[in-house]
């Protein structure tokens, strides 16, 4: 899915175990990144903007369905800010490939419909699941680890560990060299990055189809990952805490271009001043 995949296992097992145990979980990561990624011309879900480009219904497996299902419902929550119609846009800009071609930008999540086990296209659009099939294929990994092994699987900076209480992660801030150290809120955690001007950073508020100015790291805290991977987007851009909440998500974490950094808890307590990030060699989560 155009992202690196990393995964520490831990327990009282045989190396060879737990050798084995990584290759069955990286397959089920290589299975999702064949069928979810759009930066693959042969995954399914660029079979399927096929004929979303030409506004044509399309069958869908449980899965798929049911993560459609899901995409549809975050756009609802977040009135539009998680939109998976914004690949046109990010074709457009050149930030997404354009192997499938081009499509007009205009579609939105209102323009779908899945309805059993079949998509319905109202309007010509392109599909980007990018914005929450990392976090759901973390959350399937986890779901594979057995009961008696820890895990940490971190798909692109979509993060999340079996144990998590009492751990606290590196979450990058908009500069390549920044970051702030935060507890785990909960057992999974993503970070979107805007900084204008990188290429990994764009951020396209769906409803406008604009490339957002503010340089700033939002970080979001969920039960998993495929919670805070969709909310991290609607954060940015602006969604109220509140209804983050009500979405899902357990905390929020924003770091400033000038290293601040706000965190605010899903106990509606006031935004807490933590001080300027540290400075690390790092550029993601671990």
């Keep these: 899915m155009g992202s690196y995949a990393e995964l520490t296992l831990t327990a009282d097992l045989p190396r060879s175990e737990l050798l084995a145990l990584s290759q069955t979980l990286f397959a089920e990561l290589d299975r999702l990144d064949a069928?979810?990624?759009?930066?693959?011309?042969?995954?399914?879900?660029?079979?399927?903007?096929?004929?979303?480009?030409?506004?044509?219904?399309?069958?869908?497996?449980?899965?798929?369905?049911?993560?459609?299902?899901q995409a549809l419902r975050f756009s609802a929550a977040t009135a539009g800010r998680f939109?998976?119609?914004?690949?046109?846009?990010?074709?457009?800009?050149?930030?997404?490939?354009?192997?499938?071609?081009t499509v007009a930008p205009g579609a939105s999540w209102r323009d779908l419909a899945v309805q059993g086990n079949r998509l319905h296209v109202g309007r010509a659009a392109l599909l980007d699941l990018g914005g929450i099939a990392k976090g759901y294929a973390v959350d399937r990994v986890i779901a594979r680890v057995p009961e008696g092994v820890s895990a940490t699987v971190n798909l692109g900076g979509d993060l999340r560990m079996t144990e998590w209480r009492s751990v606290s992660v590196d979450l990058r801030g908009p500069g390549l060299d920044a970051c702030a150290a935060s507890r785990m809120w909960a057992s999974a955690v993503a970070t979107s990055v805007a900084a204008p001007?990188?290429?990994?950073?764009?951020?396209?508020?769906?409803?406008?189809?604009?490339?957002?100015?503010?340089?700033?790291?939002?970080?979001?805290?969920?039960?998993?990952?495929?919670?805070?991977d969709a909310l991290t987007k609607a954060a940015m851009l602006g969604l109220d805490r509140d209804d983050l909440?009500?979405?899902?998500?357990?905390?929020?974490?924003?770091?400033?271009?000038?290293?601040?950094?706000?965190?605010?808890r899903a106990q509606h307590e006031p935004a807490q001043e933590?001080?300027?990030?540290?400075?690390?060699?790092?550029?993601g989560l671990r």
């Excluded at 990994?200 to 805290?221: I, N």
């Excluded at 933590?274 to 550029?283: F, Q, V």
Aim: proline share 3%; glycine share 8%.
């Design 83 to 101: 939109d998976m119609c914004v690949a046109s846009d990010l074709v457009a800009l050149g930030h997404l490939p354009a192997h499938v071609g």
């Design 245 to 264: 909440w009500r979405a899902g998500a357990r905390a929020l974490l924003r770091i400033d271009a000038a290293g601040g950094v706000q965190c605010w």
């Design 35 to 69: 069928k979810f990624s759009f930066h693959r011309c042969d995954s399914a879900l660029s079979a399927l903007n096929r004929r979303a480009a030409a506004a044509l219904p399309a069958d869908l497996d449980d899965e798929t369905a049911a993560l459609l299902r």
């Design 197 to 228: 001007g990188a290429q990994l950073g764009v951020l396209v508020d769906p409803r406008s189809g604009q490339t957002g100015d503010e340089a700033a790291s939002y970080s979001v805290f969920a039960d998993d990952a495929m919670t805070a």
């Design 274 to 283: 933590l001080g300027s990030a540290r400075m690390a060699s790092t550029t």
